[in-house]
């Protein structure tokens, strides 16, 4: 008889039971997005894009003044959005086009190279969204040029952080960009 009535009740979890369960769960996942913080880590996928860019723009840049004869080379402000360029001087030119015959955000004509262009097109922000990202601009001085991007993660912007690359660790004279090129420190 007594095992006749214990074999009436079914196992299972209380709604008690189950509702500790699922509390414990949402704070556990609560506290892994505030520790991964998911918005953080995309602008720090932006800033490395951003970073690559200018990288290889650098790269382009070098080479066609290392094999474009001197009077031949010729170029002016462009950057992204109609702006004043990073540390003063002259205003940017609104210009989203990523050709790199010369008409481009970047006005040097990379197609003049004896080898071909390096890059096939120019980079542009992986943002865009009106903000200036990226500038460039090239001096009157023969191969003196400097390319910028403003970074947005707190990892690659902020002065405490360790991997700070817009401060003036890059060379340049703007701690609120990231600068590459041949003439950093240059007031233009």
Do not use: H
Request: proline share 4%; hydrophobic share 45%.
């Amino acid at each position: 008889m007594k095992n006749l009535c214990r074999a009436q009740f079914k196992k299972g979890f209380t709604l008690v039971e189950l509702l500790v369960v699922i509390a414990i769960l949402a704070i556990l996942a609560v506290a892994v997005v505030l520790v991964l913080n998911p918005a953080e880590l995309l602008k720090q996928a932006r800033d490395s894009t951003r970073i690559s860019d200018m990288a290889a723009l650098n790269s382009a840049v070098a080479l066609y003044f290392a094999d474009v004869a001197p009077s031949t080379q010729s170029a002016v402000v462009r950057c992204t959005v109609d702006t004043t360029f990073p540390g003063g001087g002259t205003a940017c030119v609104l210009n989203v086009s990523t050709t790199v015959d010369g008409t481009g955000w970047v006005s040097i004509p990379f197609s003049s190279i004896s080898s071909g262009s390096p890059l096939a097109r120019l980079p542009l922000d992986p943002v865009n969204s009106g903000v200036l990202f990226y500038a460039a601009k090239v001096s009157s001085t023969v191969g003196a040029y400097e390319l910028n991007a403003n970074m947005e993660s707190v990892k690659y912007s902020s002065t405490s952080a360790s991997e700070v690359v817009s401060a003036t660790k890059d060379g340049g004279n703007n701690a609120g960009w990231y600068e590459v090129g041949s003439s950093l420190a240059q007031t233009w």
